[in-house]
């Protein structure tokens, strides 16, 4: 093939130099033709060849061509790749040649046979606070010193790019309805139209083509803010690229390095923060920031109802033997005068509440997961106090006792051992009663006191949280140092009874 530096020789010395065209394809050993070629044309350089030829790979074309053929009706994470075929030509085929022959014409066959994954994409213009994407993540977490694994859900405006983003520890419907609650709040209002993934929580049912049957539950939530659901095809999730995108960000800005916080609240406020600053943030092609270009979106949202939507879900069940209702596969305590009872649950995102003909009897944090167990130990005290010997291998008592502090362990081995085992536990029991009537710090100095007094049993503690009651109390009565205060002063009376 021509090189420049021919091509340069050629011309210069035809054109400048007068050379003839037969001296010069003598001197250069092209012939006339090209040497005319040269002469009345540009440069072209190499040219491309109209057929690629495989001489080593040649006889395994066929082959290859029926193996990418037959990956048509195969699923498409278990068809052939370049890599895959060169294997097999290597071990069943003893094919001697390099892998990146295989890999250029591979390549060339997908393309011909029509097995391209790539697809090209249509830019657009989305319409001013029209649409939303809505998608869940995974992310990890320290809570309270637990390492923890979290959903992460993003929902991201289409226009303006503006985002909201917040951690459950599940993706149920709940918390998907919670999370759509709080990203309506910080958007000010309803997106008119929100697109999702086949989310179970959501579609019931997959039909051809763009036919969903909605979750009756979720069906009620979206006519209660009156948005518009719109889905992609299973298995296409670039349809909604920006929300994807999101997920991805989030993961990377908001929770790298690995967030420690003390409950999921607080971990939520951060992420709300880093929501709010990414507000002044501008995407890449735009000349506004994201808030700004969100202040035009803001006038068309859908506006917010005067109630938000009660999230809560109520179950009727029977409390067991073990003064426990199971509801969502975990436990909760109720007091053992319930045992047996039926009770009505209300179950909210983050809570229990428990009722028994309509009065409150028992508030539970909301556990996730399986077979867990929120117990209160003022729900099993007085049961414990009539069987004394339970005590010790008593549920609540060892979940609280790894807690208390050292000043009632002691309080125990002072009574066991004043009183013995039995009576001296059944006095401890009744020291732990009064929590539910006491301040936690005025029950500790109490016992702190009872301990410097070497006293022997509850009662005596009980006469000290009330001495200590009643000094209190005297600080804040005005009367309590009537003894000190000055003489009255009467001389208004007497001008009182002047006018009468």
Wanted: glycine share 6%; charged share 25%.
């Amino acid at each position: 093939m021509l090189k420049v530096d021919q091509y340069d020789y050629i011309r210069t010395a035809h054109r400048v130099y007068g050379k003839a065209i037969k001296e010069l394809a003598r001197e250069t050993g092209h012939s006339k033709n090209t040497i005319k070629k040269i002469l009345k044309q540009e440069y072209i350089g190499y040219k491309q060849r109209s057929k690629q030829p495989y001489p080593v790979l040649g006889p395994y074309i066929q082959e290859i061509d029926r193996w990418l053929g037959d990956d048509k009706d195969k699923p498409y994470k278990q068809r052939h790749t370049a890599t895959r075929i060169y294997h097999r030509l290597k071990s069943e085929l003893e094919y001697s040649g390099g892998e990146t022959t295989v890999r250029r014409y591979v390549r060339e066959a997908k393309l011909r046979l029509g097995l391209t994954n790539q697809q090209a994409f249509i830019p657009s213009d989305p319409t001013t606070a029209q649409e939303a994407e809505v998608d869940w993540g995974n992310c990890q977490a320290v809570i309270a010193g637990e390492p923890v694994k979290l959903k992460l859900f993003c929902i991201r405006s289409k226009c303006s790019g503006k985002h909201f983003v917040r951690c459950y520890p599940c993706e149920r419907q709940q918390a998907l309805f919670d999370a759509h609650i709080q990203a309506f709040s910080f958007f000010g209002g309803v997106f008119p139209v929100l697109i999702y993934d086949n989310l179970t929580t959501v579609v019931q049912k997959v039909f051809k083509g763009k036919k969903r049957h909605l979750q009756e539950s979720y069906n009620r939530f979206k006519a209660y803010y009156n948005f518009d659901p719109r889905f992609c095809n299973p298995g296409q999730g670039h349809e909604k690229g920006g929300i994807e995108g999101l997920v991805g960000y989030a993961r990377r800005n908001y929770m790298v390095p690995i967030p420690h916080a003390d409950s999921l609240d607080e971990l939520n406020t951060r992420l709300l923060d880093d929501c709010m600053a990414y507000g002044e943030h501008r995407i890449a092609g735009q000349t506004q920031s994201v808030n700004e270009l969100f202040e035009s979106e803001k006038q068309v949202l859908l506006p917010l109802p005067t109630t938000s939507f009660s999230n809560v879900e109520t179950f009727m069940v029977r409390v067991n033997k073990y003064a426990t209702v199971i509801i969502d596969k975990n436990r909760y305590s109720v007091p053992t005068r319930y045992a047996y009872m039926r009770v009505q649950a209300i179950v909210e995102i983050d809570q229990v509440i428990i009722y028994w003909s309509g009065r409150k009897i028992s508030t539970h944090h909301r556990l996730y997961g399986n077979n867990k167990w929120s117990l209160k130990p003022e729900h099993y005290l007085e049961l414990i106090r009539q069987r004394p010997q339970s005590f010790d291998t008593a549920r609540p008592i060892l979940q609280w006792r790894d807690q208390w502090p050292d000043c009632l362990e002691k309080l125990l081995e002072h009574f066991r051992r004043k009183n013995g085992v039995t009576k001296g536990t059944r006095e401890f029991v009744t020291v732990l009663m009064l929590y539910e009537k006491y301040a936690v710090d005025k029950i500790e100095a109490a016992v702190k006191e009872a301990l410097k007094s070497n006293v022997g049993c509850s009662n005596a503690l009980k006469q000290i949280l009330h001495s200590q009651n009643i000094s209190m109390e005297s600080q804040f009565d005005p009367l309590s140092n009537w003894e000190t205060l000055p003489p009255a002063d009467i001389s208004a009376y007497e001008q009182l009874g002047g006018i009468l």
